[in-house]
């Protein structure tokens, strides 16, 4: 089963210290990724979606008061319907947050293989994201101009306030994903994962060594 989007959430901006908003959530092997970005370094803390609890798995940040992308992911299943993404930030200012679901996802293994990258003073920023086929890769950016995705990527979310931007996008698993975005010379926090497909019953997946 190859892993797909399923649905974007509501999103919110604005210079939070919490949030909360809806996300509607549907399919099977369900898998939710929150995608925050912020001008400061503090962590956000208690994210759920609905009843799930989540949990940090990348983040990368330029100093402390610039440029700052968390991704966290849930800890177990989702619920379907409408669910409420929630969650604290701490001393996180100018921010964006949104979160991300897709289907066909491991439930044991759902993530994996995690780059991030930072950087001042650039006009692109790419990292590379090991991956395989069926697999998804996601990935979430936070800069200071509109950032514009690879033409191999498909953008899920784009959130803006107070001239910063955080997005997402998704691209099909093989050996090696490339996640490319360009931009005005500015700062940027970058960071992405691989997604891993859940096994149907009665196949396998087969790995190669060499």
């Known amino acids: 089963m190859a892993v797909t989007f399923e ?3 509501a999103g919110q901006v604005g210079n939070l210290s919490s949030f909360s908003f809806s996300h509607t959530i549907g399919g099977s092997n369900r898998h939710t990724i929150i995608v925050i970005g912020t001008s400061g370094s503090g962590n956000a803390s208690s994210v759920t979606v609905g009843s799930t609890t989540c949990s940090q798995i990348a983040s990368s940040a330029v100093g402390t008061t610039d440029q700052f992308i968390q991704l966290f992911e849930t800890d177990s299943e ?4 409408a669910q409420t993404v929630s969650g604290t930030l701490a001393a996180m200012t100018q921010s ?6 897709f289907q066909g996802v491991d439930q044991t293994t759902p993530s994996e293989g995690i780059q991030t990258n930072t950087a001042s003073s650039v006009t692109s920023s790419q990292i590379t994201v090991t991956s395989e086929t069926d ?3 996601v990935d979430g950016i936070r800069c200071g101009s509109d950032p514009t995705e690879d033409g191999s990527q498909t953008n899920r979310s784009a959130l803006t306030n107070a001239g910063h931007f955080t997005e997402s996008s998704t691209e099909v698993g093989a050996a090696s994903v490339d996640m490319d975005w360009t931009f005005s010379s500015d700062t940027v926090a970058h960071a992405g994962v691989n997604l891993n497909a859940a096994v149907v019953a009665g196949t396998r997946r087969v790995f190669s060594i060499t």
């Open 96 to 101: 964006q947050v949104n979160s991300i679901s």
């Open 78 to 81: 989702p619920a379907t319907g």
């Open 135 to 137: 697999d998804l890769v």
């Open 7 to 9: 649905s974007a959430g």
